[in-house]
């Protein structure tokens, strides 16, 4: 039987489009929001969505430990204060899978802009902040969030990068679990400096063609996990 | 009848792949080289791939001076010392398509590594340098340069960036003339500092598949320059 995922800041767009998805796939979500409340609303209206499946709403903290692999979609303003909250909820042996996407939103600017991360990237910060025996994964900068939560048909790629593939391969599964998802292998953490900055790209080309734009790579083999 | 489309650095392996297959497509190909015979060589290496194409061989300058759309496409160590070249053979009303990549190859690190541009981008450097009224159109990073001198069929996008929609739509248009590439506005000039980042991507995507990625938007309505 599949482990349930924990999706930190799961009352957010991306993280909540991200439950509804696995739900209806037949997974066990976990909301994790910072007041628990909110994250049993967010998970009443999953299930609204999806009236079979198995959806907790939790205190992130509380979230955080209920499954091997946890997704952390919180805006990048928070990621810093939620990883300090969670110093002590997260376990060796853990998968972090960091969504955030370091924009110039962040303080106040445009979300087509991007802002320069010391560590090179959010999930780099990600990993510096998380505790010893967690693995970063950086993932699910590309996919729409309207068009997850609205349940629009989705056919593109989610771009995942870490340095070690058998954790990747394990995140890939998941994500694979959404229908119209592919999850293509795109390097190592470091070249999620260069991922993060597709949200803005695309936000850019959401402004002019009214879209809700995603990212196909052409050319890959069909094994692509081989 | 059709303009001739100079391709600056066109003995090089993306702009001798886009002479290829502008050639094949009936379009007449100016190739620009630092040495008249190296262009010349590569020009009668087009015309055996595309023996019924007009095709010439010339030095940069003079290159530049055939069309009205001129193609940059040496590598980025060269792009400042060819743009000072250039400066008298440029004239106002010329679009300038930058198609350089600064990767930290350009200084002998990894291909996959991006570097800073002071400017944000190697389309706004060339911007800066290119002489006044000269229009600088990004584009062309995300195709792979093997693929199109091989002949193999591609299915992919390029994604423009710049500050005139009219402009970006004129180049828009040369890049559908070849078969299988369809064009994308990306955003203004300054998005090109994210563009070009899916070059080292893409590099880092093909050294786990031994492929030759390319770029797909998802998700775009089909009149995508109404």
Not at 126 to 153: K, N, R
Not at 200 to 221: D, M
Request: proline fraction near 5%; charge should be negative; include cysteine.
């Amino acid at each position: 039987m599949a482990e349930p995922i924990p999706i930190i800041g799961g009352t957010g767009a991306l993280g909540y489009g991200l439950a509804v998805r696995w739900a209806q796939a037949g997974e066990h979500v976990v909301i994790g929001s910072r007041q628990a409340e909110r994250a049993a609303e967010a998970a009443d209206r999953v299930r609204a969505a999806a009236p079979d499946a198995e959806v907790e709403g939790l205190q992130n903290a509380e979230a955080a430990g209920r499954g091997p692999i946890v997704f952390l979609t919180v805006p990048f303003r928070a990621q810093s204060e939620t990883l300090t909250n969670l110093r002590d909820a997260l376990q060796p042996g853990q998968i972090l899978v960091d969504c955030t996407v370091p924009t110039a939103a962040a303080f106040g600017g445009k979300a087509s802009r991007t802002i320069g991360v010391w560590q090179g990237s959010a999930a780099q910060q990600a990993e510096e902040m998380a505790p010893e025996g967690v693995t970063v994964i950086s993932a699910l900068h590309t996919v729409s969030a309207p068009a997850l939560a609205g349940g629009e048909a989705v056919e593109e790629d989610v771009l995942i990068c870490g340095d070690r593939k058998t954790d990747k391969a394990r995140v890939a599964e998941l994500v694979e679990r959404i229908d119209g998802l592919r999850a293509v292998n795109a390097g190592a953490l470091e070249t999620a400096r260069i991922v993060e900055t597709l949200t803005p790209l695309l936000i850019a080309i959401n402004a002019r063609y009214k879209s809700r734009a995603g990212i196909r790579i052409t050319g890959l083999p069909d094994d692509h996990w081989g």
